[in-house]
């Protein structure tokens, strides 16, 4: 069983940075593939971002590579998700996930935090 909760989430302007954070208790985080997940208001869930067990794969959405970047610290118990130059079209409610494999975190996570909302103004 593990335990997410996001935070990190704010207001800021176009061009900006947010850096979330989703910290996980419960257990063996280590053995964990993690991800992050939005979704807008009267849109489906996207996929954004998943990083392995060992931080050794990442994958990005197409929308936000370049910008987005995620890393993990198991020492600490804690995913994140660096945004830079953020869009308008960036805002959403964040979600991080966990799961066994990659392939699972992708289709159906297990696991999920309850959220945080990212505002990008133009």
């Known amino acids: 069983q593990v335990q997410l909760v996001e935070s990190g989430g704010g207001l800021v302007q176009a061009g900006g940075s947010l850096r979330l954070s989703c910290a996980a208790s419960?257990?063996?985080?280590?053995?964990?593939?993690m991800g992050w997940f939005r979704q807008a208001p009267g849109k489906e869930r996207e996929f954004v971002a998943s990083?392995?067990?060992?931080?050794?794969?990442?994958y990005y959405a197409d929308s936000v590579k370049g910008r987005f970047t995620i890393s993990r610290d198991n020492a600490k118990n804690t995913a994140y998700l660096q945004m830079d130059n953020l869009k308008p079209e960036d805002t959403a409610g964040y979600y991080c996930a966990a799961d066994t494999s990659l392939v699972l975190l992708r289709s159906a996570p297990t696991y999920w935090g309850q959220g945080t909302q990212v505002t990008v103004s133009s």
């Open positions: 419960g257990r063996t985080f280590s053995s964990y593939a």
């Open positions: 990083i392995s067990w060992n931080g050794g794969r990442m």
